[in-house]
């Protein structure tokens, strides 16, 4: 009986038997909005705890007796964990579902903040601050697999821009607050206040925040287990909804063999090396990676380069990261609203309708449609070009990075006033966010069955090339001057603007190869677990 669920579900998920009118997510928007608060909150720990450690590096060293080069260490191991962790993390919660990888992800969180208020030793410190990292890294990618659970293609990128909220207000109050608190209370007291404030998220996530993860509960309409359930599941109106919804999805029962199965060929933490290892994702996330570093080698190099030129101590280092949160979240909205008025435009080229074009997408996110956009049906064979939907709006944004990049040092080479270095750290602020928002949204698009270790495999190539920018910045400036080096630093991001250009031309090829591949290796375990 098992393995004949099994097989139903293996064909209910290549839409053979779906019905048509099955709607992609239960949630209302009210709920959804409910569910971006929470994540946005969430995610703001990750950037936070990064930022608000900024302003205080300067007090570390002289705390510690030790050197800006070996202060800068800690923002290595920071990014090194940051970009390692998502790979567990990632892979789990598209295992067991979001909520207990959440819970997970801030206990380890808090006891880490409460371990740094109190240590006495740099080595504590450097320990410590890998722990805090493998924390608070997980969130970003579940934040983003959320979004892919309960948002079609045509709305992702919106929703993709509000979770980034929390991130961004880590960046942008985050170095301020950081300031504030080093000034004032003592560079101890930044992390009793992520204690605290981490401690409230852990609570909203615990009572309010449902299930989300679709391998766990479908599109919402299945119960999870009654250990990973919240105040939401248990609502009157939650059950009658997941009546209705079953009833004209034929869902089968939570806990039925045939889910179990299916949940535990999810795990796989290597998932993580095979998406960087694919040849398109691979291009994406080395456009993301060195886009970060470069953005990295910026804000690790702020606090000595604003010191020394300025004379600014920790609360004015602080005010200076103000203009990146600023900027980052205008570009979480505007950059958020032309992908998917991108979608849109591409949609009406084609002679299609967003919905017709949605459920192009839809078909080929569950691996059953064709080739890279997708075969016949209603819409007369016709492919989706989601690549070039989204990869278009990426190349202005790049060019903006990549301008403000080179004006920023040479304005800091010359010495020139604080106004001209703020003003393109502004800029800095939209491009990097605007860039991370694109194509993240690309990544979820290119892998929408794992989306959080799809997310987590974009943490890993950022972080890690970030992790070595932030520790070769400050020597790379004494060796070649501040000018020359944000000038390199600004012409291998400019490198990223053709491997786009190539994920555009190549990428729908190399994604319906890989369909096709997965589709065959799937046939091939279905039919030997039938057997």
């Known amino acids: 009986m098992a393995k004949t669920l099994f097989l139903w579900n293996r064909l209910k998920s290549c839409k053979i038997l779906r019905p048509a009118n099955v709607p992609y997510s239960v949630f209302s928007r009210k709920e959804k909005g409910l569910l971006v608060l929470i994540v946005s909150a969430a995610g703001f720990f990750s950037s936070a705890s990064s930022n608000m450690y900024f302003p205080a590096l300067n007090s570390l060293a002289q705390e510690y007796r030790v050197s800006n080069t070996l202060t800068n260490l800690t923002i290595t191991v920071y990014m090194i964990f940051q970009g390692l962790a998502p790979s567990f993390t990632g892979a789990l919660s598209d295992s067991i579902g979001r909520r207990p990888v959440y819970v997970l992800c801030f206990t380890v969180y808090i006891a880490a903040n409460v371990g740094l208020a109190l240590q006495r030793q740099f080595a504590a410190l450097v320990v410590l601050r890998c722990l805090q990292s493998s924390g608070s890294s997980g969130t970003v990618a579940i934040g983003n697999a959320v979004v892919s659970d309960v948002a079609d293609a045509d709305e992702r990128g919106s929703y993709i821009g509000y979770v980034s909220f929390g991130a961004v207000i880590?960046?942008?109050?985050?170095?301020?607050?950081?300031?504030?608190?080093?000034?004032?209370?003592?560079?101890?007291?930044?992390?009793?206040?992520?204690?605290?404030?981490?401690?409230?998220?852990?609570?909203?996530?615990?009572?309010?925040?449902?299930?989300?993860?679709r391998v766990v509960v479908g599109n919402g309409a299945v119960a999870p287990p009654e250990w990973n359930r919240c105040l939401w599941d248990l609502l009157p109106s939650t059950e009658r909804r997941r009546a209705a919804a079953a009833a004209a999805a034929s869902v089968p029962p939570a806990g039925d063999p045939a889910q179990e199965q299916q949940r535990r060929r999810f795990v796989n933490p290597l998932m993580t090396l095979r998406i960087c290892a694919d040849k398109e994702a691979g291009a994406v996330l080395a456009a993301s990676g060195v886009t970060y570093a470069g953005y990295a080698a910026l804000v690790g190099a702020l606090p000595s380069r604003f010191g020394a030129l300025y004379g600014y101590n920790d609360l004015q280092v602080g005010l200076c990261y103000l203009p990146i949160g600023i900027s980052a979240a205008l570009a979480a909205v505007a950059v958020g609203y032309a992908i998917d008025w991108n979608f849109a435009r591409h949609a009406r080229r084609l002679g299609l309708s967003v919905e017709q074009a949605r459920q192009i997408i839809r078909r080929e996110e569950d691996n059953c449609g064709g080739g890279g956009g997708g075969g016949g049906g209603s819409n007369g064979g016709k492919s989706f070009p989601i690549e070039s939907a989204r990869c278009e709006v990426a190349f202005p944004v790049l060019t903006l990075f990549c301008v403000a990049t080179v004006t920023y040092g040479w304005l800091l080479s010359y010495r020139a006033?604080?106004?001209?270095?703020?003003v393109m750290l502004f800029l800095l602020g939209f491009g990097i966010n605007g860039v991370y928002t694109i194509l993240s949204v690309l990544l979820l698009d290119v892998y929408p069955r794992a989306p959080a270790t799809a997310t987590a495999a974009n943490n890993l190539v950022r972080c890690w090339l970030g992790a070595g920018a932030a520790a070769v910045v400050i020597p790379m400036m004494d060796t070649m001057g501040t000018g020359w080096a944000f000038t390199f630093i600004a012409f291998l991001i400019l490198l990223?603007?053709?491997?786009?250009?190539?994920?555009?031309?190549?990428?729908?090829?190399?994604?319906?190869?890989?369909?096709?591949?997965?589709?065959?290796?799937?046939?091939?375990?279905a039919r030997a677990e039938v057997a």
Do not use: D
């Open 496 to 525: 990223m603007g053709p491997v786009l250009w190539v994920v555009m031309r190549w990428g729908p090829k190399w994604r319906a190869e890989r369909i096709a591949a997965e589709k065959a290796r799937e046939a091939s375990t």
């Open 170 to 213: 880590g960046v942008s109050l985050g170095a301020t607050m950081g300031g504030v608190l080093a000034q004032f209370l003592g560079w101890r007291s930044i992390f009793w206040f992520l204690v605290i404030s981490a401690s409230v998220v852990l609570a909203l996530i615990s009572l309010l925040m449902p299930e989300t993860a």
């Open 417 to 422: 006033s604080v106004t001209g270095p703020i």
